[in-house]
């Protein structure tokens, strides 16, 4: 890891959730950090505090989830906010899976070409494959995708 701690300065909105308010950030998906990460927001007036939050990065959007109550109650739905979010784990960049880089190497692709949305994206597909028969499928889905074979 690169670095021991990162700190981004963020804005967005709160939300209602069915079990309290979730933080959304304006500006589309936190890029470059593992998905459901924690870390602490340290909010900015008028409403300062630092909360400890989940990290949850979707296709489109990121969405921070308060992992313990906070000191006083967050706004209602749709007010802005602004703050830092200090992520102690730092960046992080994708690493491949002993099984997949060894298919890699036996088939000569080189995935470290492959961009971090591209390879998070392919991480995503075969960390969903439980079973070792649909992870060997999928390692060859994504080797094929990668040129393997042609």
Do not use: N
Not at 36 to 44: H, N, R
């Amino acid at each position: 890891m690169p670095a021991d701690r990162t700190e981004i300065a963020v804005q967005g909105r709160y939300e209602a959730a069915a079990y309290g308010s979730h933080l959304v950030l304006d500006g589309g998906p936190l890029s470059g950090h593992d998905t459901f990460l924690t870390g602490i927001l340290l909010l900015a007036e008028p409403y300062t505090a630092e909360i400890p939050v989940r990290i949850l990065t979707l296709d489109d959007i990121t969405v921070l989830s308060p992992t313990t109550d906070p000191a006083s109650p967050l706004p209602g739905a749709g007010t802005p906010w602004s703050g830092v979010l200090r992520l102690p784990h730092g960046w992080r960049t994708p690493s491949l899976p002993k099984d997949l880089a060894r298919a890699a190497a036996t088939a000569g692709v080189d995935l470290g070409q492959w961009d971090e949305a591209l390879t998070r994206y392919a991480l995503t597909f075969l960390g969903e494959a439980r079973d070792p028969e649909v992870r060997a499928q999928r390692i060859h889905v994504i080797l094929a995708a990668a040129g393997a074979g042609q």
